[in-house]
């Protein structure tokens, strides 16, 4: 009894099993194609942006920190190389100068951290992916070994090849999915965390600034 029980219950995962590889096949697939797009992504980003350079940063950020007035403080923030949105967080900065010290302290700290939080969902796809592609790949190797096997014990050469076949195309697949993830989410994470910097950097000299007048 125990034993036909089992054998059930071994049956049925099989049956569970098997019928995993067409969902892991799309996801793969699914997988492939937002690598490509996030491929994609990274290239048009990489040649359009134009990230401001040490020295010219420097030149802001004294410029910011002799600026008279909020007027003046307002225009050497647009007219620098900054990123729009770095622009934007320090011209709200700037706006709030009739504020108390600690609130806008407070303020400015809140605004990077959405700037951020932002940034950070830009990578979210590509470091799922990196995870969830070896993943993939690993459930579309392991998958049809077992039908494989059993082919072998029969002698059905075909089926063993192609069993080892989709085994060998989703452990490539998987593996290319989470390595090239893993390179988009780390150059793209490089570029965020250094524009958070300049945005911090600027912002530190803001502050200070509006904290003398």
């Known amino acids: 009894?125990?034993?036909?029980?089992?054998?059930?219950?071994?049956?049925?995962?099989?049956?569970?099993?098997?019928?995993?590889?067409?969902?892991v096949i799309i996801l793969l697939v699914v997988s492939i194609i937002i690598v490509i797009?996030?491929?994609?992504?990274?290239?048009?980003?990489?040649?359009?942006?134009?990230?401001?350079?040490?020295?010219?940063?420097?030149d802001l950020v004294r410029r910011v920190s002799f600026s008279a007035n909020v007027d003046q403080m307002k225009d050497e923030i647009k007219n620098s190389n900054l990123f729009d949105y770095q622009k934007e967080v320090l011209l709200r900065i700037a706006d709030n100068y009739d504020i108390g010290k600690d609130a806008r302290k407070a303020l400015a700290g809140?605004?990077?951290s959405a700037q951020e939080?932002?940034?950070?969902?830009?990578?979210?796809?590509?470091d799922i992916l990196v995870k969830v592609g070896p993943s993939l790949g690993l459930l579309g190797t392991l998958i049809p070994l077992g039908p494989g096997l059993a082919a072998l014990g029969t002698g059905d050469i075909a089926?063993?090849?192609?069993?080892?076949?989709i085994a060998f195309d989703t452990t490539v697949t998987g593996l290319t999915v989470g390595a090239v993830s893993f390179l988009i989410s780390k150059y793209k994470k490089q570029w965020y965390e250094s524009e958070l910097i300049d945005l911090e950097t600027v912002a530190e000299a803001e502050l200070e600034t509006i904290n003398k007048w």
Request: no cysteine; aromatic share 4%; charged share 20%.
């Open 1 to 23: 009894m125990i034993i036909q029980g089992t054998e059930t219950l071994t049956s049925l995962i099989h049956i569970l099993s098997e019928s995993l590889l067409t969902p």
């Open 37 to 58: 797009l996030s491929f994609g992504g990274l290239l048009n980003e990489f040649i359009s942006r134009k990230p401001i350079s040490s020295k010219n940063l420097e």
């Open 110 to 112: 809140e605004l990077i």
């Open 117 to 126: 939080t932002r940034l950070i969902k830009k990578t979210n796809k590509t």
């Open 159 to 165: 089926t063993l090849a192609q069993a080892l076949t």
